[in-house]
Structure formats: structure tokens, C-alpha cells
């Protein structure tokens, strides 16, 4: 066994064993200060019976993350190379800041005791600050080409100084995806979990190593929470574990120069992104014309409107999670054959 193979392996193990073991303290801790989810009104009727379960548990795997990577970087600045790994730094700080505003909003919804916290245009504004800020840094430092490349067509277009608002945009929706895909027991840990796998397949067939440790990190941490967060819920990763693994998912594929790739395996997040602006659009559109107003799916995002339709849980994550990985397969198609 070689020493890439020993590094992402143990890696994955202690992140994965930290987690379950933080969330296993955290989640009595959380109970006990009454951090439990509050269900809107115009939510899902039948997600009433989850009211009160903990959340914030995104704290839980965050945490681990952190701890792991630390002592794992501590230990390449002791053998001196520890300036390569600037891009997987700059790409986990986003990510970081990014679950410190979804942190930010799941602690106001907690005070405020309903399920709004911040306002949806103080997020958008704070995750485009983080978006430009990462744009910028990852420029600045020199991991960050405005040429792109277009999958499966072999070609490159260069973008130029276009390039920079589209990024921001792209970071700012895959986040936004990741966050409106955690809506049931399940669902946005088990795609993260198989987007890590395919990071993970990615980093080992290009013996990338700074990739290697996103797959590392999204394998372990998903594993462990998942223990927690498989139907029925003890616990929800909250805005706080959402808008980090949305970031995260996307970065990775800023930090290997392909943009275009991470969109195909963002997917899931997006479609869940778009059910959900679509459904504002037609709803606003039409409420001009008529009175209430016309619906294009029975609930917004996707996961509610096939809930509405008969869907247990269990079966939406299960197709989801096949979906996302028929993705990540036209991605590796994408990737490692043209």
C-alpha cells in the first residue's frame, strides 16, 4: 500500500471517527439548550412530527474537519511544503466561511424561535462576498485560470475578465443548491457522500493529492453523520453543514481548474436550486393574471413535490443518490476520457 493510499485512508478514518464521536456529545448538548428545528407552518404537514429535532449538527462534522486538517498541515509545514497545498487551503476556508453564515443563521432562527433567521437577500449577500473573496484569493495567488475548459469537446475558452462574475454566480448557486437540497432525513449528507466518493476515484486515478483530501474529508464526515442523520433524524446538519458541503462540492472543482465538470456533479444540488426559483418565478408571474397564483410543482424544491406525490423519504434519497451518481459518471467520462 503506498503512502497516497495510507494518507487518504487514515485521513478519512479520523474524520469519520471524530464525527460520530462529536455528534454523539453534541447531540444531548443541543437537546438539552432546546437547539431543535423548527418546521414552518407553510412547510410539510407531515414533517410537524420532526419539530424539536436537534439541529446545527453540521457543527458535528465541521469541527473534525477542521481538527484533522490542521494536524495534517501542521505536519507538512514541518517537512516544508506545506505552501503547495494554498489552493486546498483557500477551497476549505470557503467552505468554512460559508457554514459560519449558514452557523450565523441557524443561531438566528434559534433566538427568534421561528424558521427564518437571516433574510434571504442578507445570506445572498454574505455568499457573495465569500464567493468574490475566493474568486479573488485563488486569482491573486495564481490557482485560478479564466480559461476554461469545456467538457468532452477538448477546447478551451478563454473568458477573460468575464470569467470572474460567472464564477461568483456559480459558487453562489451550487451553495444555494446545497442548502435547499437538505430537506429531508438524509438526502444532501447521501449525495455529498457519493460526490466525495467520486472525488475521492478522481484524486486517486490523477494521483492528485490536494484533491484526494476533499474526498478524504466529504467520505469521513458524511459517513459519520449519517449514523445520525438516516431516517428517522436524531439530528440535521442545519444551514451551519448545508451551505459548507454546497461550498465545498463546488470549490473542489475551482481548485482543479474544472468549472464546468463541477456543475455536472453539482447536479442534484442545481435541479434541487432551480425546482425551487422556478416555482418562485411562475408563482410571482402568475399571480398577476390570477389570483392565488399558479404552482409549477406541488411543493418546492424537487424532494417535496415527489413527498406530495407519495414518496417516502427513504426512496428519495435512494433515487437521488442513484441520480447523482450517474452524474458523477459522465463527469469521470468527462474528465478522464476526453
Not at 484524486?203 to 492528485?208: E, G, I, S
Not at 413527498?307 to 423519504?313: A, D, Y
Request: charged share 15%.
Amino acid at each position: 500500500m503506498d503512502r497516497f493510499t495510507v494518507m487518504f485512508a487514515v485521513i478519512t478514518a479520523a474524520v469519520f471517527g471524530l464525527t460520530a464521536l462529536v455528534e454523539h456529545w453534541l447531540i444531548p448538548v443541543l437537546r438539552s439548550y432546546k437547539v431543535g428545528q423548527v418546521i414552518k407552518e407553510d412547510g410539510p404537514i407531515w414533517h410537524q412530527s420532526k419539530s424539536g429535532t436537534p439541529t446545527m449538527g453540521g457543527i458535528g462534522f465541521i469541527l473534525p474537519v477542521l481538527i484533522v486538517m490542521i494536524v495534517f498541515l501542521i505536519m507538512r509545514a514541518v517537512k516544508g511544503d506545506s505552501s503547495s497545498f494554498i489552493p486546498f487551503v483557500l477551497t476549505l476556508a470557503y467552505a468554512v466561511f460559508n457554514g459560519a453564515i449558514g452557523f450565523v443563521d441557524d443561531y438566528c432562527k434559534l433566538i427568534k424561535h421561528e424558521n427564518e433567521g437571516l433574510t434571504e437577500l442578507q445570506k445572498l449577500f454574505l455568499q457573495l462576498v465569500m464567493a468574490s473573496a475566493y474568486v479573488c484569493v485563488m486569482s491573486y495567488t495564481g490557482n485560478l485560470d479564466t480559461a476554461v475548459e469545456v467538457p468532452f469537446f477538448n477546447v478551451t475558452w478563454e473568458l477573460g475578465w468575464f470569467y470572474y462574475p460567472l464564477a461568483i454566480l456559480v459558487l453562489t448557486g451550487v451553495v444555494n443548491g446545497g442548502n435547499i437540497t437538505d430537506g429531508i432525513d438524509g438526502l444532501a449528507c447521501s449525495v455529498s457522500l457519493v460526490i466525495g466518493i467520486f472525488i475521492s476515484v478522481l484524486a486517486f486515478t490523477q494521483k492528485d493529492l490536494q484533491l484526494s483530501l476533499v474526498g478524504a474529508i466529504l467520505v469521513g464526515a458524511m459517513l459519520g453523520f449519517l449514523i445520525y442523520n438516516l431516517h428517522p433524524a436524531k439530528v440535521f446538519m442545519g444551514d451551519t453543514g448545508s451551505l459548507f458541503l454546497g461550498a465545498l462540492v463546488i470549490s473542489a472543482a475551482f481548485q482543479i481548474g474544472q468549472e464546468l465538470v463541477g456543475l455536472i456533479v453539482s447536479a442534484v444540488f442545481i435541479i434541487e436550486m432551480l425546482s425551487s426559483f422556478l416555482q418562485k418565478m411562475v408563482f410571482k408571474i402568475t399571480r398577476i393574471t390570477t389570483v392565488t397564483g399558479k404552482r409549477l410543482f406541488r411543493m418546492a424544491p424537487l424532494h417535496h413535490h415527489l413527498e406530495k406525490g407519495g414518496w417516502k423519504e427513504g426512496r428519495s434519497v435512494i433515487v437521488f443518490s442513484a441520480v447523482e451518481a450517474a452524474f458523477c459518471l459522465l463527469a469521470w467520462i468527462a474528465v478522464v476520457w476526453f
